[in-house]
């Protein structure tokens, strides 16, 4: 949990219910997002997830309760476009976000918005390209691009903003394993160089690379807790039709053999180390 | 028997373009009546390429695709390829558009020209099928769960009976337990009524569960093609291809690398997890005690 001072995004009780709806898609959510924390949150189909993005970068207003990011209020009209600039946002399907006909244009499509002069918005253009691995495909028309190339695009499209806080909505759920881990590792130093990343995701292993992890179901905030802890819950993930990470559903086989193993086994790394000790 | 026989294919988008690409290099498959074969590459290898000439979608650059014994080159045999060759694209639906799902699932038996008797028989055994309740049929898309639709959206290539089903990416976006349940139940059908399946993915953990053999295409070149577990055990080539090894695979390989080598090569999580168990059990470690 990160201290006071150090808190980007807090959500206090929110709840979120669609116009005309009276179904809650989000119930009283209390949680906070530190500067330069990653967090993953997980979920059943219909869970809340893609609703809980949109609520935390201010592109949905609470029905109850308060969403402060970096000390604004998102209620509040005046304080909307500062908070576009501070949290970006990547929706899952890429075309949705893309605006330019030539990759590198839309890539400078959000800096040139900010009027920023023009050695800056080449400067930005070239990191975000560079971060997404897609400096080669600069002058291809995005239409030209695979679905994962799109969302490589659509990412660099918001990090060229240079947002405080990167909201990503199962931003890899068309990639191919190379693309996944290649966003992964962007994500990953993005965070180590102090933005805040949310990502979304069905792939268990994926979210187990976040410092904290987010359960929701129906709508509600279940569990907020550290990777190790929330995915050795295998009674609970697996009610909800959830997994664990590989590497944790294989701990869970070994315990219903009848083995005892130490608790928090979610990586690779973590099962080599333990199966080594156990039999070297 | 042979249902699909593909020879020297290759594909060029916009030929003749500054924009040419070579999308599929001189493809040489096979894929045979009844099998469920998944289709393995990175983003932009080919695939989706490759499975548009199987219901004539596309037309080679050069070489040959046979589909249920006549080349579609042939126009007359191309045109009715839809009736037996489905295609399930990516994010399927997002094509759904009546307003019950019955309606929607109809829409391709209808075409088919059967009377409505038939259509709303093949309905209704469509959606028993895949296991969705009866009463869903009355029920208006927008109102269904993510996982619900993406089924309701394959029920309606299935409910036209086709001979061989192509699925691009059918679980994509999907919660692990019904992206699961989407793959059982496909896997199900094809043994009962023989259909043919190719499953395109990337998630070879798929592939290692559900498909006979696994075809590897990087770059439009076939890299590679045989029964799922040498291909999937064939990490560097995988690699190569930007594809990722399944999990037990890989564990299997660190196991070795750190001098504890497993009888045989696991494919599933199931399969490591049994190994395991022999060799715990042999080196002392009962169960109970194989703690630190």
């Not at chain 1, 929110?14 to 898609?25: E, H, I, L, N, T």
């Not at chain 1, 931003?171 to 990343?197: C, H, I, N």
């Not at chain 2, 070149?221 to 291909?231: A, K, M, N, Q, Y």
Request: net charge negative; glycine share 8%.
């Amino acid at each position: 949990m990160p201290g006071p001072s150090n808190i980007l995004i807090e959500l206090e009780s929110v709840s979120y219910a669609y116009p005309g709806s009276k179904f809650a898609a989000l119930q009283d959510i209390s949680a906070c997002v530190g500067r330069a924390e990653f967090i993953s949150v997980i979920g059943p189909n219909g869970s809340g997830k893609s609703t809980l993005a949109r609520v935390m970068a201010g592109l949905l207003l609470t029905s109850g309760g308060r969403v402060m990011i970096n000390g604004l209020d998102t209620a509040r009209p005046e304080s909307r476009q500062e908070i576009r600039r501070n949290v970006g946002l990547v929706m899952q399907n890429p075309d949705n976000q893309l605006v330019a006909a030539v990759v590198e244009e839309d890539v400078a499509f959000g800096p040139e918005n900010l009027g920023l002069p023009s050695a800056e918005v080449f400067r930005r253009v070239e990191e975000a390209l560079a971060a997404v691995g897609l400096s080669d495909m600069r002058s291809r028309p995005p239409h030209m691009l695979s679905g994962g190339e799109k969302q490589r695009l659509a990412i660099a499209g918001v990090l060229a903003l240079k947002p405080l806080c990167v909201v990503l909505d199962e931003p890899t759920s068309m990639l191919d394993p190379f693309g996944r881990q290649e966003v992964l590792q962007v994500l990953r130093s993005l965070s180590k160089s102090g933005t805040a990343v949310v990502l979304i995701t069905h792939h268990m292993d994926e979210a187990a690379c976040a410092d904290r992890v987010w359960l929701l179901d129906k709508g509600c905030l279940l569990f907020d807790a550290e990777p190790a802890a929330l995915f050795s819950q295998f009674e609970l993930l697996h009610e909800l039709g959830l997994t664990s990470t590989s590497a944790g559903e294989l701990a869970y086989r070994l315990v219903e053999q009848g083995f005892t193993l130490p608790v928090g086994i979610v990586t690779m790394e973590d099962m080599v180390n333990f199966l080594c000790r156990v039999l070297k | 028997m042979p249902c699909i026989e593909v020879e020297e294919l290759t594909h060029v988008y916009y030929p003749g373009t500054p924009l040419e690409i070579v999308a599929l290099r001189d493809i040489e498959l096979t894929v045979y009546d009844g099998e469920f074969i998944a289709l393995a590459g990175s983003a932009g290898s080919g695939k989706s390429t490759l499975v548009q000439h199987f219901n004539g979608l596309l037309l080679p650059t050069a070489g040959c695709v046979k589909v249920l014994g006549r080349a579609i080159s042939d126009k007359q045999h191309r045109q009715q390829l839809w009736r037996q060759v489905g295609l399930v694209f990516q994010f399927p639906e997002r094509q759904i558009f009546s307003n019950t799902v019955f309606e929607d699932i109809a829409f391709g038996p209808r075409n088919l020209g059967w009377d409505s008797t038939t259509v709303s028989k093949q309905v209704k055994d469509t959606v028993a099928l895949v296991g969705l309740p009866e009463e869903i049929l009355s029920a208006d898309p927008r109102t269904l769960s993510g996982g619900m639709l993406r089924r309701v959206a394959i029920c309606g290539v299935l409910a036209m009976r086709p001979r061989i089903l192509i699925m691009d990416e059918p679980g994509a976006g999907l919660e692990p337990a019904t992206r699961q349940l989407i793959l059982a139940n496909i896997k199900e059908i094809q043994a009962q009524h023989g259909m043919t399946v190719i499953l395109i993915t990337h998630h070879l953990e798929d592939a290692a569960v559900f498909a006979e053999r696994v075809a590897v295409l990087h770059q439009g070149v076939l890299l590679s093609i045989g029964p799922t577990r040498e291909v999937l055990s064939q990490t560097e080539l995988l690699h190569r291809a930007g594809l990722k090894a399944p999990f037990a695979v890989e564990l299997a390989q660190r196991l070795s690398q750190e001098g504890i080598p497993l009888p045989s090569l696991p494919q599933s999580i199931e399969d490591v997890a049994q190994l395991l168990q022999q060799l715990l059990q042999t080196n002392g470690a009962r169960p109970g005690g194989a703690s630190l």
